[in-house]
């Protein structure tokens, strides 16, 4: 369930990851204009916003911020409770899944972090040189453009399984939660309370990782599109797309700088 620390594709992993691919700081691009404007393809939905910047970088806060929620009622769970074979099932459960919360979520929150930085600085690299004019041929372009889709759609691929594993995880644990609680009813009250408690904290965590994954589908879901059509060969779309694709720098400079200050905010792994 829970994926390795290291990231399979190229370019990131890294907090500053420009010029991380030798094939992005090597090559260069120009924009041509669409030979037929007939020809170029309207945008779909899932191509009006090609970088997904914004909404990333907000889900990737939200994921942060229940996370730090949550980890205040786990270190008051394990305060309040000693495992031992004489301190009960719901207290045994209830302190087991506070550790294991402990132990897990934290540190894959703190790498979802860390990918978007990398991916962040990724994409800005790819679309700072195609914002550079330079000439090519549009058979170079249209070569050059095709890698650049499919080094970030892997990137995108890699994160959306991050995501996905990391709301698996966190769902496990809300359902065992849930099940601990109804096998004691009789319990302390605080207990009770504070295993509410926690117990609507990880809900919270768990609908922020439901909506970073969704974030990292679309991106991954408008790659695969721009991908489509650009293996038709059209020139006006190739031409489209490098310009559109462009003018998203400033918005993924913004998700580096955020995705940077979550890394610089601390651990999420200390008690209070």
Not at 119 to 141: D, F, I, K, N
């Amino acid at each position: 369930m829970w994926l390795g620390s290291g990231s399979s594709e190229r370019g990131s992993g890294s907090g500053d990851g420009r010029g991380s691919d030798d094939a992005v700081s090597r090559r260069a691009s120009s924009r041509e204009e669409p030979e037929d404007d007939e020809r170029t393809p309207s945008p779909g939905p899932a191509l009006v916003d090609a970088s997904h910047a914004g909404t990333l970088s907000a889900g990737c806060e939200g994921l942060f911020r229940s996370t730090e929620r949550a980890l205040q009622w786990a270190w008051r769970l394990l305060q309040l409770t000693k495992g031992g074979p004489e301190a009960g099932v719901l207290v045994n459960a209830a302190r087991a899944s506070a550790i294991e919360f402990l132990d897990r979520i934290p540190p894959h929150v703190r790498r979802s972090v860390a990918e978007l930085l990398g991916y962040s600085s990724l994409w800005e690299a790819v679309c700072t040189r195609l914002g550079r004019p330079q000439a090519r041929s549009h058979e170079e372009l249209l070569r050059e453009l095709g890698e650049d889709l499919q080094l970030l759609l892997r990137g995108a691929q890699a994160r959306l399984g991050t995501a996905a594993a990391l709301e698996q995880g966190v769902l496990v644990h809300v359902g065992r939660l849930r099940e601990a609680r109804a096998s004691e009813p009789g319990a302390p009250l605080e207990l009770r309370a504070v295993l509410d408690a926690f117990t609507h904290a990880l809900s919270e965590v768990m609908a922020a990782a439901s909506a970073y994954r969704r974030a990292w589908e679309a991106a991954e879901a408008e790659l695969s599109e721009s991908a489509a059509w650009l293996g038709a060969g059209d020139p006006g779309f190739c031409a489209w797309l490098v310009e559109h694709l462009s003018g998203t720098v400033a918005a993924w400079r913004q998700a580096h700088a955020s995705a940077r200050m979550l890394r610089e905010l601390g651990a999420l792994a200390g008690p209070p």
